[in-house]
């Protein structure tokens, strides 16, 4: 796993350069669907076979991910069927959010709970969080229904857990102590 993220920090970073001038969020957005293409390994199998070539392949990723590719996403698509990488593509895409995250002083927070979390109830706990963690956060919901209640939310490698799982788990780690 190292060696493809060696492999995809340059490919992360020159397109966060070539992007600056396009708008990062879209290229976000499209690497996203490409990522997730490419994490399916029969996508993988047909990109790689030898009866296929460089327009198909870009095809095939553009029908896939539905929409009109910028030029900029499909030159560097092109660059990386050429180079034979897309297996790397969902390391390029993690790296080039971390690159986005790290210019606007974010970061990104998965937010689990056991019940769905309407966009207010979001918004209305995001600075209460953004607090806690001291810099913006770009929050995703999952859904984790052995939390009880409450929720749990990771930051990289913190977290904050006010489930009531974890509050029952310290309970019974005090009541058998």
Known sequence: MAELATIARPYAEALFKAAAGVGVEQIQQWLDAFAAV????DVLRVAQSPKVNREQVISLFAGLANGDVPNLVSNFLG???DNDRLAALPLVAAQFRALVNDKDGAADAD???AFPISDAELQALRPTLEKRFGRKLNLSVKMD???IGGVRVIVGDEEFDTSVKARLEQMKAALTA
């Open 79 to 81: 660059a990386v069927v």
């Open 111 to 113: 937010v689990f709970s």
């Open 145 to 147: 229904e052995a939390l």
């Open 38 to 41: 490419a994490s399916n390994e």
